[in-house]
Nanobody, 123 residues
Framework: QVQLVESGGGLVQPGGSLRLSCVAS????????MGWYRQAPGKERELVAA????????NYADSVKGRFTISRDNAKNTVYLQMNSLKPEDTAVYYC????????????????WGQGTQVTVSS
């Protein structure tokens, strides 16, 4: 079973920065695409940013383009989300998501979510 554990959330003033981390651990063959989602109170969960296996391709929600940067360290099975110029509307629980395989040759795929980390942007 793969587990995703997020960290780095907290309270920050508008204009500030935070860096989220998500580590994948457990017994698995590979972790492929990874992404960050967020869910604000009363709203649906939305994609914030995603990154492919090698990190060669990324995509972002329009609302965070130019402010957030997703990256990964495959040696550490970790994905990061650098968040700059934070706004009150970025306040949400941020969730890590990962696709992968428990076994080689494309066998036993998984899609796993982390437990979430709270980000609050307020003065």
């Amino acid at each position: 079973q793969v587990q995703l554990v997020e960290s780095g959330g907290g309270l920050v003033q508008p204009g500030g920065s935070l860096r989220l981390s998500c580590v994948a651990s457990g017994s698995f063959h590979s972790v492929n695409a990874m992404g960050w989602y967020r869910q604000a109170p009363g709203k649906e969960r939305e994609l914030v940013a995603a990154i492919t296996t090698t990190g060669g391709n990324t995509n972002y929600a329009d609302s965070v383009k130019g402010r957030f940067t997703i990256s990964r360290d495959n040696a550490k099975n970790t994905v990061y989300l650098q968040m700059n110029s934070l706004k009150p509307e970025d306040t949400a629980v941020y969730y890590c998501n990962a696709d992968g395989y428990y076994r080689p040759y494309g066998l036993s795929p998984f899609n796993q979510w982390g437990q979430g980390t709270q980000v609050t942007v307020s003065s």
